[in-house]
């Protein structure tokens, strides 16, 4: 099983630029989250969504879109990149609250 | 979510159990207590979850205090591949009242040879 697929790997951008960052689950979770990492900090929840259907901001939601496409996809958008989303963001699933989140390996994401 | 106290650092023998401790004391009665660790900037991994029993899994043990203000996670054998940041979470996550989870910095365990 692949299990959480983010896509790509890595990404520069120049700021003002937009591109979407992408995910997939294979394990037929309910929920799915994006979180972001900046050097020296804990993980900061984005968005989730809950169900299929359903999205919800983080603690951080700011200068974000996100679409749940179907039950295995769920995707991050930055409109307008800024350098303060230069950051690792990681999406994760979980079969519904409570369960174990799954995540995947992350986007290196470099605004300049 | 209650808040998690960890210190920001410790280290342990290869071989020798590692006991990660974690202060909640404002934890309520409905909060569990998770564990996650992240190895070398890949995404975290769940280890265990508990609410006021003590847990045990493949990976490692967890142990509750009786008024759940604080635990500690065991890793009873641990090897040079569990270095890793390691975070104590504590939530309401489970019930399905919060449906998300909040990680603070963790403690970075550093297991030497």
């Known amino acids: 099983n692949a299990g959480v697929t983010q896509t790509p790997k890595f990404q520069v951008l120049k700021t003002g630029q937009s591109m979407t960052l992408q995910c997939a689950q294979d394990m037929n979770h309910n929920s799915m989250y994006w979180y972001r990492q900046d050097p020296g900090m804990g993980l900061r929840l984005i968005y989730y969504?809950?169900?299929?259907?359903?999205?919800d901001k983080g603690e951080v939601p700011n200068g974000y879109n996100v679409s749940r496409l179907n039950k295995r996809e769920f995707s991050l958008r930055l409109e307008s990149a800024a350098p303060s989303q230069t950051s690792v963001y990681f999406c994760?699933?979980?079969?519904?609250?409570?369960?174990?989140?799954?995540f995947g390996n992350g986007t290196r994401l470099t605004v300049t | 979510d209650a808040k998690t106290t960890q210190p920001p650092s410790m280290d342990c023998a290869e071989g020798r159990a590692a006991n990660l401790p974690c202060n909640h004391s404002t934890i309520s009665g409905n909060e569990y207590v998770y564990w996650y660790r992240q190895i070398h900037s890949q995404g975290p991994q769940y280890i265990i979850h508990g609410l006021k029993n003590n847990e045990t899994n493949e990976m490692a043990s967890l142990i509750i205090t009786e008024d759940r203000k604080s635990s500690t996670l065991i890793l009873p054998h641990a090897t040079l591949r569990d270095t890793a940041v390691y975070y104590c979470?504590?939530?309401?996550?489970?019930?399905?009242?919060?449906?998300?989870?909040?990680f603070g910095k963790g403690i970075t365990l550093s297991v030497r040879p």
């Open positions: 994760a699933s979980s079969q519904g609250p409570g369960s174990p989140l799954h």
């Open positions: 969504s809950a169900s299929e259907g359903t999205t």
């Open positions: 979470i504590v939530s309401d996550f489970l019930t399905g009242a919060n449906s998300k989870l909040t």
